[in-house]
């Protein structure tokens, strides 16, 4: 019987594998409205929209002299006459803006419904009289029918405070900057609330992110002088646990040579304590060196200057001119890209071969560079270096497989992705560059492998697509600008012809193998 059953199951399998192959084999063709394939030509069909983009894209296709053409006019600067073409090739976003489009942010409470307004006079009235009850059922009622009334948040926020549920107020705010990252009283509340909790270096990037992503804003500079401030205050208070540290590590190390004669095991720590004091532009200066010197390096100056200069144009509008930009080519086959901190960033040749245009490569520098201007990648290390006398050892390895291995927080990716999306828009890139290196790179995954380490400690796709496309359609972003996209398939083809049996390696494996 058990025989039997699996036979049957074996059947029922390939009569629906036969019948999906079927219906894929005679279903229409996708359609692009620009040339019709020859009627001798086979007609494509399409399981997935990555090869949807690998036809569009692809050198030689219609679609690809389309966007050929598109990108020629939009330089000379006929817009509109490329626009219309650039349309043609694109198509619609997965999600269509429709019903479900955030609400446009309100502060008067004659703007909500009649159950809303009830809500806000009732969390009004037991915030005055401080009935806990009568505050947060409510307020709670309130921020979930109506998320676009932004006083409610604020009110949320400043209760939690003040009943001691500080990192409770952090969460209702990270959801509220989310959908409203452009109001500044959301953005004074989670600097306030960070800055209650002494996250000097959360409140930086918080006001950070709102003066870069909003440089004309009134409150810019009042943002950026936030930022600054508590840069300050985060540096100056990392200085004097490191300088503790250092200090203990040497005691340490007194211990270690007078018991065993050996203190190999503390002087990294030392080093790296003494270099962070330095600094995250100094620091990452000298990390950069030491990546170059264990990494196989990318020498030719046609694919090194393309990406340096797609990288400096994304670098110039992100606000943080104290530090020195420099982008690197990887020669490795994996889909990876990172940054360290102070502008550094690497970029794989596999990365090269998979991105389909340079307003995507420019998505994926503006982002690496994000994290950067953020300091998530300083962040990262100082932490785990302060964290490194419970064993005795500074875990210099683990520092390079979290800083190669992209190893941020979920909060930290979107970040990124928000700043790098916004400055994108800035630029004559079309906007949408990211978000379709994120569908292309999510495609590719998705046939099996494992093979994007880039995308392995990520938010998940599909809510990373939709936030992405959201943050687009409800700015207004341009996605029909310059995708450039001969350019790009020409230092593709020069990345093939130079290393054309390259072979796939671990960017950690090879740093850790010389440490």
């Known amino acids: 019987m058990k025989r039997f059953r699996h036979a049957l199951w074996a059947t029922v399998g390939v009569a629906l594998f036969l019948s999906m192959n079927l219906l894929l084999t005679f279903a ?3 359609s692009t409205g620009v040339t019709t394939p020859a009627p001798h030509s086979k007609i494509p069909t399409f399981s997935s929209l990555k090869q949807i983009l690998e036809l569009a894209f692809e ?5 690809f002299n389309t966007l050929v053409e598109a990108d020629r006019l939009f330089l000379e600067g006929n817009t509109q006459a490329a626009e219309e073409l650039y349309r043609q090739v694109k198509g619609q976003f997965s999600q269509p803006r429709g019903d479900q489009a955030i609400a446009q942010a309100i502060t008067d409470p004659e703007q909500l419904s009649g159950a809303g307004r009830v809500y806000w006079r009732e969390a009004q009235a037991g915030f005055e009289q401080k009935l806990e009850t009568r505050i947060f059922v409510p307020l709670q009622q309130l ?21 001691g549920r500080g990192e409770e107020a952090l969460a209702v705010l990270e959801r509220a900057t989310t959908l409203y990252p452009n109001e500044p009283e959301l953005i004074k509340a989670e600097i306030t609330a960070l800055q209650g909790e002494e996250k000097w270096l959360e409140s930086s990037i918080a006001a ?8 004309e804003h009134p409150q810019a500079a009042e943002f950026g ?22 200090l203990v590590t040497g005691a340490l190390s007194i211990g270690d040579l007078l018991l ?10 030392i080093q790296l304590t003494m270099l962070l004091m330095q600094g995250e532009a100094s620091f990452g200066n000298q990390l950069a060196e030491v990546f170059q010197q264990r990494l196989p390096m990318v020498e030719d100056e046609t694919i090194v200057n393309y990406v340096n200069e797609v990288g400096q144009k994304m670098a110039n509008l992100m606000g ?22 102070g502008g550094k960033v690497f970029v794989n040749t596999g990365a090269l071969q998979k991105i389909n245009s340079e307003a995507e490569l420019a998505g994926l520098l503006g982002h690496e560079v994000a994290h950067a201007v953020l300091s998530h990648g300083y962040q990262r290390v100082v932490q785990s270096a302060l964290l490194s006398n419970l064993n005795r050892v500074v875990p210099m390895g683990d520092l390079i497989a979290a800083l190669v291995g992209r190893a941020y927080s979920r909060q930290n990716e979107r970040q990124a992705d928000v700043l790098g999306s916004r400055v994108l828009a800035n630029t004559n890139y079309a906007a949408d560059g990211l978000r379709n290196l994120m569908q292309t790179f999510t495609e590719l995954d998705g046939g099996g492998g494992g093979v994007l380490s880039w995308l392995s400690s990520h938010p998940a796709s599909s809510d990373r697509l939709r936030y ?27 990345v093939q012809e130079l290393f054309p049996e390259e072979e796939a390696g671990n960017p950690v494996e090879v740093l850790l193998a010389g440490a």
């Open 28 to 30: 229409p063709a996708y």
């Open 59 to 63: 050198p030689g296709t219609p679609e």
């Open 143 to 163: 921020v979930e029918k109506h998320p676009e009334f932004i006083p409610g948040h604020v009110l949320l926020v400043q209760a939690l405070q003040q009943y």
């Open 208 to 215: 950070r992110q709102f003066a870069v992503l909003y440089p």
């Open 225 to 246: 002088a936030i930022a600054d401030d508590d840069l300050g205050r985060y540096r100056s208070g990392i200085r004097r646990r490191l300088i503790g540290q250092t």
């Open 260 to 269: 065993t004669g050996n203190v190999a095991g503390t002087i990294p720590a």
């Open 320 to 341: 943080r001119d104290e530090f020195e930009y420099e982008f690197f080519v990887v020669k490795d086959k994996n889909l990876n890209a990172f940054a360290l901190p």
């Open 468 to 494: 992405l496309e959201e943050l687009i359609q409800r700015n207004g972003y341009n996605r029909y600008a310059f995708e450039g996209v001969e350019r790009h398939s020409q230092i593709q083809s020069r």
